[in-house]
T-cell receptor
Framework: RKEVEQDPGPFNVPEGATVAFNCTYS??????FFWYRQDCRKEPKLLMS???SGNEDGRFTAQLNRASQYISLLIRDSKLSDSATYLC????????FGAGTRLTVKP | GAGVSQSPSNKVTEKGKDVELRCDPI?????LYWYRQSLGQGLEFLIYFQGNSAPDKSGLPSDRFSAERTGGSVSTLTIQRTQQEDSAVYLC???????????FGEGSRLTVL
């Protein structure tokens, strides 16, 4: 079983749509969780950390469910500029990446 | 300020040759990671250095792969007797703490002919 499992998509949505990504992890001792964004042919960059109580940053909401060992990312009112691959990351204890979910937002 | 620097940015080599990839992390960052990313795939963890602790080598795919980090700073990833399946982008990342934000270099694209 992979350390971090993520639905590869792709997700193709119209502008303004709400889209959700999920990710499961296998190591119950993991303590740190993140979502990264990777644009085509670029290096990944931190989008947001995921806190136990859930956290929001503008149109982005991240949630953690420790009992079920999954994290989620919700993007509201999606923009064309949100098109990218979204990667969940879990420390295990090394930082392990999911395979990434590709999002394309269309006009 | 200076970010993570990787060299070479591109490397083309023949099957069977050895290659060395270099990573200069951000000054003061204690954690350093190597990942491999094949076209259209996710990031495959290779190795993790944290301070003076023994590195986590659990992601190295075979004994042809090795890495070292000298003086807690620069790291070199060595691939011996390269194979075509080693072709990928090798990404280095550093972090100021064990489970903090990762700052990536632009990667070294390796092509094995």
């Amino acid at each position: 079983r992979k350390e971090v499992e993520q639905d590869p998509g792709p997700f193709n949505v119209p502008e303004g749509a709400t889209v959700a990504f999920n990710c499961t992890y296998s190591n119950s001792a993991s303590q740190s969780f993140f979502w990264y964004r990777q644009d085509c042919r670029k290096e990944p960059k931190l989008l947001m950390s995921v806190y136990s109580s859930g956290n929001e940053d503008g149109r982005f909401t991240a949630q953690l469910n420790r009992a079920s060992q999954y994290i989620s990312l919700l993007i509201r009112d999606s923009k064309l500029s949100d098109s990218a691959t979204y990667l969940c990351v879990v420390n295990s204890p090394a930082m392990r990446f999911g395979a990434g979910t590709r999002l394309t937002v269309k006009p | 300020g200076a970010g993570v620097s990787q060299s070479p940015s591109n490397k083309v080599t023949e099957k069977g040759k050895d290659v060395e990839l270099r990573c200069d992390p951000i000054s003061g960052h204690t954690a350093l990671y190597w990942y491999r990313q094949s076209l259209g795939q996710g990031l495959e963890f290779l190795i993790y250095f944290q301070g003076n602790s023994a590195p986590d080598k659990s992601g190295l795919p075979s004994d042809r792969f090795s890495a070292e980090r000298t003086g807690g700073s620069v790291s070199t990833l060595t691939i011996q007797r390269t194979q075509q399946e080693d072709s990928a982008v090798y990404l280095c990342a550093s972090s100021p703490q064990a489970a903090g934000e990762l700052f990536f270099g632009e990667g070294s694209r390796l092509t094995v002919l």
